[in-house]
């Protein structure tokens, strides 16, 4: 069974940062392309980061240059490391492969940003 059990979350203010961690048990995250995805209120749930098996790192157009994503294989682990948030990235984060499977979202974390 697997699980992704995400962290970090929190509320801050504009133009903080926030580092967000995810950590896998029943999947070999060295396997598979590891992405974030957030959904907003009211709003469906989209992509914003990928890093592939390879190391490539993949970011939507309205994250660009604030978010860095990485991975660590050995600990089955993927964070974000966000800068400079803004208000319009309030949220709840979640990671998950790429493409998503619906069995393995998790509780995701909150984000908030007041600005």
């Known amino acids: 069974q697997v699980q992704l059990v995400e962290s970090g979350g929190g509320l801050v203010q504009a133009g903080e940062s926030l580092r967000l961690s995810c950590k896998g048990s029943g999947i070999i995250f060295v396997l598979n392309d590891m992405s974030w995805y957030r959904q907003a209120p009211g709003k469906q749930r989209e992509l914003v980061a990928t890093?592939?098996?390879?190391?490539?790192?993949i970011y939507a157009e309205s994250v660009k240059g604030r978010f860095t994503i990485s991975r660590d294989n050995a600990k089955n682990t993927v964070s974000v490391q966000i800068y400079s948030l803004k208000p319009e990235d309030t949220a709840v984060y979640y990671c998950n492969i790429n493409p998503p499977r619906s069995d393995y979202w998790g509780q995701g974390t909150q984000v908030t940003v007041s600005s």
């Open positions: 890093i592939t098996r390879g190391g490539r790192r």
